[in-house]
């Protein structure tokens, strides 16, 4: 059984399990470092479940045992340790003295920073690529927490990629411009926990319309996850009381970077002449020289 199981268990495939094996599944992927070191039994108290319905879940999902699961986990937790914790202790290690809320910040986001890196398949983010790419238009959404991380995607965007749109704005109705979203689009949904239930609704309405769907979130349980054709994790990670948005912002840099490439010289050129407008338009600031008084 391969590490990849535990990442298949996705909102479609948890409902087929029974409502006390869902709550186990749920539990497993939440928290597989404490399937890794502690007992059977511990799991099952701290879960608030009988024992045994962590043996009847890894049967369920393939496992011949319960100790098969366990070392699935065991091998995720020491190799997201590994890959995660070096840039973390470094940073540390170099501020002994003062390691400091600053420090545990910037250390959370790394370590948030290198799970999506390790978490992401080279084929499947092309594949989310060329989707974007060939989309006559991208409608990204975002709420609550994500809509500034969804302004800046569509800011970052709009330079290159002028079909990149957030529903609702520039004096149009959201339902309107949901309306004439079809299958030569793309909606992107980024939502983490707590999840807002509008992003919920609106991923839902978008696939039931044949919209693709690519999703950007913290779980391959999250109830955004369960009808994308993409989707894609990051760790929100912080030593304050908010979830860190930073790997979220990495991902959006990453993946319209590779989209303006696929575009090649349609993107340069409207990069190029957008640049010109703002020079026009004089956005851009310019060290202008002092005028000297006529004798």
């Not at 011949?64 to 699961?69: A, F, P, R, W």
Request: charged share 25%; aromatic share 6%; proline share 5%.
């Amino acid at each position: 059984m391969s590490q990849s199981k535990l990442k298949e268990l996705t909102p479609g495939k948890l409902q087929t399990l029974s409502p006390q094996l869902r709550k186990a599944a749920r539990y497993v992927v939440e928290h597989p470092d404490e399937i890794a070191t502690r007992s059977q039994r511990f799991v099952a108290d701290t879960a608030k479940l009988p024992a045994p319905t962590f043996t009847r879940l890894a049967h369920a999902i393939g496992y011949e045992s319960y100790d098969g699961l366990r070392e699935t986990c065991r091998i995720e937790v020491l190799q997201n340790r590994t890959v995660l914790a070096e840039k973390a202790r470094k940073l540390v290690d170099t501020n002994k003295e003062d390691a400091g809320f600053t420090v545990r910040h910037a250390a959370a986001t790394i370590r948030n920073t290198e799970a999506l890196i390790a978490s992401l398949d080279p084929t499947t983010l092309d594949a989310a690529a060329q989707m974007l790419s060939r989309a006559r238009r991208v409608a990204l959404l975002g709420v609550m927490s994500a809509r500034p991380i969804m302004d800046y995607a569509m800011y970052l965007a709009n330079m290159s990629l002028p079909g990149w749109r957030i529903p609702g704005r520039s004096g149009h109705g959201l339902a309107s411009d949901l309306a004439d979203l079809n299958e030569r689009d793309v909606a992107i949904v980024f939502s983490i926990e707590p999840y807002a239930a509008q992003a919920v609704d609106l991923a839902r309405n978008v696939t039931e319309q044949g919209v693709p769907l690519l999703t950007l979130t913290d779980n391959p349980l999250s109830p955004v996850a369960e009808h994308a054709r993409h989707c894609f994790y990051i760790g929100t990670e912080s030593p304050q009381f908010f979830p860190s948005h930073v790997a979220a912002m990495v991902f959006f840099e990453a993946i319209i970077g590779m989209v303006i490439q696929m575009k090649g010289n349609e993107a340069q050129q409207r990069i190029a002449a957008v640049e010109r407008q703002n020079h026009r338009l004089g956005e851009y600031w310019q060290d202008k020289p002092a005028r000297t008084k006529g004798v």
